[in-house]
């Protein structure tokens, strides 16, 4: 065989190999792109169910509710209670025939997750009168669904007032952690007796 004909040979076979290195490339390239499209499709499905279950809130939720001014909420509150350890299949309506003979209902509701919406265990029933809710505190402790609920008065959260932004306990801030961790503790000042100052 001659030179040239080993060099076209070396050609088309470095030829061949490029063909089949850029197929492994494209097909990876391809790979990825069904990848990227099937999570893109799922992000999309999860954003339409989100927006499903937000709308299924906005429906449950009573018109009016979320626009009242604080001293309607706070009204509404008085005449509201905490009821706690709800069973997770309780209904509304199971809730109502509990409290029936307390006074006349209004809302039952029952809380629940906003991403899953599983009942969270608790719900709050009102009243049309604040006796209402004095009566139903004797519940407490009753038992609903084999279950004993805990029955309060509802409390009103009122905007900026917030349990967990109050200032540490044990007095005033230390620097560098406290005395827990070792940090700094100012000493006492001795005692200096005033000049001109004699008590005795």
Request: aromatic share 8%; charged share 35%.
């Amino acid at each position: 065989m001659s030179a040239e004909a080993e060099m076209r040979s070396e050609e088309d076979s470095g030829l061949v190999e490029e063909l089949n290195t850029s197929e492994h490339i494209d097909t990876e390239d391809d790979a990825d792109l069904e990848m990227i499209k099937a999570r893109v499709k799922e992000m999309e499905e999860e954003a339409e169910k989100i927006k499903q279950m937000q709308n299924e809130i906005e429906k449950i939720t009573p018109p009016g509710l979320l626009n009242l001014s604080l001293e309607e909420k706070m009204e509404a509150d008085a005449r509201s209670i905490y009821v706690g350890n709800v069973d997770y299949g309780a209904t509304a309506e199971e809730l109502e025939q509990h409290f029936h003979g307390c006074g006349s209902i209004n809302r039952v509701t029952i809380q629940c997750d906003k991403f899953t919406s599983h009942p969270k265990g608790f719900a709050y029933v009102e009243f049309t009168d604040k006796e209402s809710v004095i009566t139903s505190t004797a519940l407490d402790e009753s038992v609903f669904r084999g279950r004993p609920i805990k029955v309060v008065p509802k409390r009103t959260n009122r905007p900026g007032i917030s349990s967990t932004n109050r200032p540490p306990r044990g007095g005033r801030f230390r620097r560098g952690g406290g005395r827990a961790r070792g940090g700094y503790r100012p000493t006492r000042r001795p005692y200096r007796r005033r000049p001109g100052y004699y008590p005795y």
